[in-house]
């Protein structure tokens, strides 16, 4: 199983930028894509996370109202939709799946297989 993200840049604070983690390989019935990022010097922190059957999602409270994941399960993809970003949202962004589970997963010892990263800035 691989994961790649993709859709990582530049831009200005309120700006957008659009995210996509697509999966290839077999997956499970059941299971959670993430994102988490990890800014420098500080621990790698849980985003968002949506489940491949029921579309459960989770946010953290930092990005609550500002990011929306979506998921093509035709295409494996996952999107990580980020709107009025701000410079503390300047991070390496990572995808991630939790096979087998149920429910949105926030903690990254919850996964079993990550991306390469996509790195945000946001600076004007």
């Known amino acids: 199983v691989q994961l790649q993200a993709s859709g990582g840049g530049l831009v200005q604070p309120g700006g957008s930028l659009r995210l996509t983690c697509a999966t290839s390989g077999v997956t499970p019935d059941h299971y959670a894509t993430g994102w988490f990022r990890q800014a420098p010097g500080k621990e790698r922190e849980g985003v968002s996370c949506?489940?491949?059957?029921?579309?459960?999602?989770y946010y953290a409270d930092s990005v609550k109202g500002r990011f929306t994941i979506s998921r093509d399960n035709a295409k494996d993809t996952v999107y990580l939709q980020m709107n009025s970003l701000k410079p503390e949202d300047t991070a390496v962004y990572y995808c991630a799946a939790a096979w087998g589970v149920h429910g949105p997963k926030s903690l990254a010892s919850d996964y079993n297989y990550w991306g390469q990263g996509t790195l945000v800035t946001v600076s004007s």
């Open positions: 949506i489940t491949n059957d029921d579309g459960m999602i």
